[in-house]
């Protein structure tokens, strides 16, 4: 059965396979989150390839029933119809107390799981398009309003054309101008170009993930290629903050099970398939000791900024490369 995005919210609960496909990665890790909202139970993520090659041990945990857990969501994200076969199989054998979210790239129409899930009105199919920028300002707009942040509608027309219709790029932006401005309510257009610029080469998100895996080759093209200002520096303590949280409870977490792929399939929120490896990376470099100090570095770093603001890239700089090496 095929639904639109925006229906999402009619789908009934009962049904246990979803086929999300198309090539707007915002948009589909939306329905995806959206679905596990209304659903309780643990989250295993897989890629395809994942699967084919550990099949067995994927078909005990699908499978398998534990008394510790409520339900489980299965993710399978890079799907194409070579994983047809199994997605097949597993439809026909009436699994309960699960849901399996398939997260595929753009499908043709011949496509066998396209006419699977289109056919059967026990399945849920959802296609998701490109946005558009009407959308893009919707979506745009409802987020200042919710935040109470004031902002012209130029700005808005701004932000969108920098994201080329691309929603997760909007939401990125979007989290930057949330954690910027926390404590104001109202965003500057020259504070907001200088925020959105950060996008057009390397993204904070990209810096701050190859100083928690002690790449520092890569964090020094960053750095060269960006003309960061001192305006810039808090952004990029938080952001680092925020990423050394996460990183916190998933070494805490391998720390007790020391099972490394384990750790990163079953965290919440998901961690999206294309940064798993860094991650991992990120886990065997840190341990929840070292990260909690970092912690603590990181708001200390924040201070001395505030305190000596002419000098806040000089001081981010050295922070930056000096983690990195630690």
Known sequence: MILKTFEINKINNKAIFYLIYG??????????????????????????KQIKDEIN????????????????IIIVNRASDRIYEIIQDLISRNLNNIKVIIN????????????LFEKDKKLICIPTYPDNNETLSKITYNFFKKENILISQQ????????????????????????????????????ELLKLINLSENHGLSELIDNCLAKNQKKILNIINENNYNSEDCILILRT?????KKILKLAIQFEQNKDINKTI???????????????????????????????I?????????????NNSVFIITNFILEKSSV
């Open 57 to 72: 041990t994927f078909y005990e945990n699908v499978l398998s029933d534990s008394l510790f857990e409520k339900g489980k």
């Open 240 to 244: 680092f903050l925020s990423k050394a």
């Open 104 to 115: 595929a790239g753009l499908l043709e129409t011949r496509s066998k799981l396209r006419t």
């Open 265 to 295: 399939n079953s965290a919440k929120p998901p961690i999206f398939w294309k940064d798993k490896e860094i991650v991992k990376v990120q886990l065997n470099k840190w341990r929840p000791k070292k990260i909690k100090e970092l912690i």
């Open 155 to 190: 700005n808005i027309n701004l932000i969108v054309e920098k994201c080329s219709g691309d929603r997760s790029i909007l939401n990125n932006e979007l989290d930057k101008i949330k954690n910027y401005s926390k404590h104001k309510k109202k965003v500057a257009s020259k």
């Open 297 to 309: 570095n990181i708001n200390n770093a924040e201070l001395e900024v505030k305190k000596n603001y």
């Open 23 to 48: 090539k707007n990665e915002g948009l589909k890790t939306e329905c995806i989150n959206e679905i596990q909202k209304k659903n309780i139970g643990k989250i295993f993520n897989y890629d395809e």
